[in-house]
């Protein structure tokens, strides 16, 4: 495989389409994985696209061979289990491109990924390679939260509707970095709750990684009050010192509002998942409240369920907002639509000297 013609279809050498990380990202087209889906579902680049040489299985094969015999065994029995995917892997890869650019990688840029770029080049299909491979980036992904940001705080109570202000921030072109959606959590016992499969934690800090490089340094980015522990996900150090260091906006809405929020929210949930999250916070909700919660679910009680259950969640909110030193505003309010709660937002940071936000 290493040995193919160096004619490709673009004329030039598979040396000559390796490109750096940054020239790489840069180029339009089609991320195109080709390691195993062990290594694929731990982590990838965000929008990449898994089309595998090798199986988990087969993976462990081929590197048990040239761990104890040596590399010739190893690059044959290679050969052996690509050989009858050849017509498969450009099918698949055509599907996906349709026209564009194929950009291939492997774990460091070695033989798997060179394999590809020179079949896919071989039937027409443009093709660059990722020199380092997926390491590469996975080692700019780690630095990337180390650069700064004039980064907001949106805080308040369960149930302010802080996600859906945070979205319409963004519809008015303000920069938001929504990480409960990377995490696929929203945030509390009951954020499992979610439509998409959670990430690797692995996986979480690539994508977060992506979106926090694409920001712009010189504007405010809006991030939700978050523990550093979002579902089974974790913020990355650096930027979750940077969110307990920033100016925290609070948003204060009467209870009734936050009630009729958190029933649109979880309405389209059965109560079966509800009651297990409930479960796994007896201990903090207390045995009584926790019984007479469960109650008020199974018979359709959802404002009684959702007040007991405010109850803990807001005192012990109240309790980690008095350890923060910084919250610059809180902004009472009430009847207002999520756009009204941005453009306030918006025009606070602006009323709000230079110095004083970022």
Request: aromatic share 8%.
């Amino acid at each position: 495989m290493r040995n193919f013609s160096k004619r490709p279809h673009d004329g030039l050498s598979v040396k000559q389409s390796t490109l750096p990380l940054n020239e790489f990202l840069d180029q339009s087209g089609v991320i195109i994985d080709v390691r195993s889906p062990g290594e694929f579902d731990q982590g990838h680049l965000p929008n990449a696209q898994n089309l595998p040489l090798f199986t988990n299985d087969e993976r462990a094969i081929v590197g048990t061979l040239y761990k104890q015999v040596g590399h010739d065994e190893a690059y044959m029995e290679g050969l052996r289990i690509v050989g009858p995917k050849l017509a498969y892997l450009v099918e698949s890869a055509k599907k996906w491109t349709n026209g564009k650019l194929a950009k291939v990688h492997c774990w460091r840029g070695g033989m798997r990924s060179q394999a590809l770029t020179q079949l896919l080049n071989w039937s027409g299909i443009r093709t660059i390679t990722l020199e380092g491979g997926y390491k590469a980036y996975r080692n700019w992904a780690l630095k990337q939260t180390k650069s700064p940001r004039k980064i907001v705080i949106l805080g308040g109570l369960t149930g302010s509707g802080k996600t859906h202000i945070l979205h319409a921030l963004k519809k008015k072109g303000e920069q938001i970095l929504d990480l409960e959606d990377l995490a696929c959590h929203k945030g509390s016992a009951y954020g499992r709750m979610y439509e998409r499969k959670a990430p690797s934690n692995e996986q979480f800090e690539n994508d977060l990684a992506w979106i926090y490089s694409q920001s712009n340094p010189n504007k405010t980015l809006w991030i939700e009050d978050e523990s550093q522990r979002v579902g089974n996900c974790f913020i990355p150090h650096d930027l979750y010192q940077q969110m307990q260091n920033a100016p925290l906006i609070q948003i204060c809405r009467p209870k009734e509002e936050r009630i009729a929020l958190l029933k649109k929210d979880y309405s389209k949930h059965s109560k079966t998942p509800i009651i297990q999250a409930t479960l796994r916070i007896q201990k903090r909700l207390g045995s009584e409240r926790c019984k007479h919660l469960i109650q008020a679910i199974k018979e359709d009680k959802a404002s009684d369920a959702i007040i007991l259950a405010l109850e803990y969640y807001d005192k012990s909110y109240q309790a980690s907002l008095k350890r923060r030193t910084n919250v610059q505003k809180s902004i009472n309010a009430h009847g207002w639509n999520e756009d009204t709660w941005a453009d306030a937002l918006i025009e606070e940071t602006k009323n709000k000297a230079a110095t004083t936000f970022h």
